[in-house]
């Protein structure tokens, strides 16, 4: 019955692949999807590609371990999550459209900076596919950890498969199918995560019985302030480091990419209401499914090896073998919704931003789009040869072993390469005329640098403010940079500043057509 269900839903991702492989017939809609798609599509093809599987994974492992005090780096993305759709997604889909039509991060910020010798488009570029191939590893880690709970699969076999799935859709159908998916995907996540909770809460007499039986079991697993596992007080790096993560927002390439898609720029207030939804209910169901996890698992004397698996083990526990196949399918939708989009991004900033600008100036579209295939193909091979070099137990880390062993170790980087490398240009760049082509260059290259640097190096040290999140000095560092440079600087160009003050002046139903 698991399996056929797995089958069913792996086909059904392929059909949709299939049927919008003939829409995508340009590099517009390959990218972009004709800047066409509407807010419902939007919104939760957003929120999807966001969440991951780290959503299903990664974040009820560490609330598991930690209790309630882990919760605060939702409580940062529901933040994030907010101010990114408010603040950056109608003026980004007007001023992408003013910037050549743009359809790639890389392609706007050439843009927008009138880089004619392509350099910020290049280092945009390299810090996406860097970044990205982290990212990508995350998901065909939880990939492998699925198949291997539900299938007995070795690592490697889970590995194979959930890359094949992905870049079989994506290769066809492009932003078409990505989105489409994703949207069928987080459907799919939002029913799973408000299940779980339920049979637990039904079966231990409501909502405040179970409260005060996982409070009586422990008292520090509901406490926002301490640590469940050591009873020790959360100090304020961590607290800084948890909520930082709403700032990755700004930077996010597969999210950003987004709001250039939709089809009319007022309609993004209403995506934005969908999103803040479909966020705080699931970010709200996964926090539940954590703590009524541990309570209910201690309880039944389970043993969990693997903090990352509770959500399978509450499937497997409490539902019929048929429905806990399509709760735990849930878990592949979310592997699968954020991984597509992010070897899209990679694809799109290979063959859109290097190969055709650096190396074959005249290619045809028909030429990119299939670089922009093979591409998709070849980033999931490496991805899958990185990920094979990772032990597949969150114990391992525990142990010394490499930070490759946990969905949340690997999704952490590279949120806060990204975070760092574009949140604050993208901010600059959107809100800020004075800012010049060097200070760009400048901040991205200090923001992914330090991102590699404090993970790899500086985090060693014992000093406290260097555990602090990578993404933090990274922001911080970029901004600073981008501002000193620009003043330091000569101002843009007189036609730069033209085009930023039609965007500040067009209002959002002049562009209502933009695409006719």
């Known amino acids: 019955m698991v399996l056929t269900v797995f089958i069913l839903y792996l086909l059904m991702m392929l059909g949709i692949g299939a049927y919008f492989s003939k829409k995508a017939n340009s590099l517009n809609a390959y990218y972009l999807g004709n800047r066409s798609m509407n807010k419902w599509v939007v919104a939760m093809s957003a929120q999807a ?48 459209y003013f910037c050549g039509d743009s359809i790639t991060l890389p392609d706007f910020l050439s843009n927008r900076f009138r880089d004619k010798r392509g350099i910020i488009r290049v280092i945009a570029s390299i810090f996406i596919l860097a970044f990205f191939l982290f990212y990508t590893v995350s998901g065909f880690v939880a990939c492998a950890k699925l198949f291997g709970t539900i299938f007995g699969m070795s690592y490697t076999t889970g590995l194979i498969l959930g890359a094949v799935v992905v870049v079989s859709y994506t290769f066809m159908g492009g932003f078409f199918a990505v989105c489409w998916t994703d949207f069928v995907q987080a459907t799919m996540m939002l029913i799973a995560v408000l299940i779980i909770p339920a049979i637990i809460m039904g079966g231990s007499g409501g909502f405040a019985m179970t409260m005060d039986a996982v409070n009586a079991q422990n008292p520090y697993l509901m406490s926002l302030f301490t640590n469940a596992s050591t009873g020790k ?74 903090p990352e698996r509770i959500f399978m083990i509450l499937c497997q526990a409490l539902c019929h073998p048929a429905i806990a196949a399509v709760l735990m399918a849930a878990i592949l939708a979310a592997i699968m919704s954020t991984a597509d989009s992010q070897l899209l991004v990679s694809a799109s900033a290979f063959s859109n931003d290097l190969y055709k600008h650096i190396f074959r ?134 036609e730069i500043l033209d085009e930023f003050d039609a965007v500040e002046n067009t209002r959002l139903s002049d562009i209502r057509t933009l695409n006719n």
């Open 233 to 306: 007080a959360i100090g304020l790096i961590s607290l800084v480091s948890s909520l930082a993560w709403g700032l990755g927002y700004f930077g996010m390439p597969h999210i950003l990419v987004r709001f250039m898609s939709i089809k009319r720029s007022e309609e993004i207030k209403d995506s934005r209401r969908i999103a803040m939804a479909w966020v705080i209910i699931c970010l709200g169901a996964v926090i539940m499914i954590a703590l009524l996890g541990r309570y209910y698992v201690e309880a039944n004397g389970i043993t969990v090896t693997d």
């Open 361 to 494: 100036k005249n290619a045809s579209n028909k030429e990119i789009m299939w670089v922009s295939r093979i591409v998709v193909a070849v980033i999931a091979v490496i991805a899958v040869i990185v990920a094979f070099q990772g032990a597949p137990s969150a114990e391992g880390v525990k142990q010394g072993k490499s930070f490759l062993d946990v969905v949340m170790s690997l999704v952490s980087f590279a949120w806060g390469g990204f975070g760092a490398t574009f949140g604050p240009i993208m901010l600059l760049a959107l809100f800020w005329k004075r800012t010049t082509l060097p200070a760009a260059i400048s901040g991205m290259v200090v923001g992914g640098l330090t991102t590699f640097v404090w993970k790899f190096y500086l985090s060693g040290f014992s000093a406290e403010i260097f555990q602090i999140y990578e993404l933090v000095p990274g922001f911080v560092l970029s901004f600073i940079t981008i501002v000193a440079v620009s003043l330091a600087t000569k101002k843009p160009s007189q």
């Open 49 to 96: 590609s966001d969440m991951s599987g780290w959503m299903l994974m990664g974040l009820p492992g560490a609330i598991f371990v930690s209790g309630f005090s882990e919760a605060w780096i939702g409580i940062g993305l529901v933040i994030g999550t907010y101010l990114n759709w408010k603040i950056v997604g109608r003026r980004l889909r007007k001023y992408s």
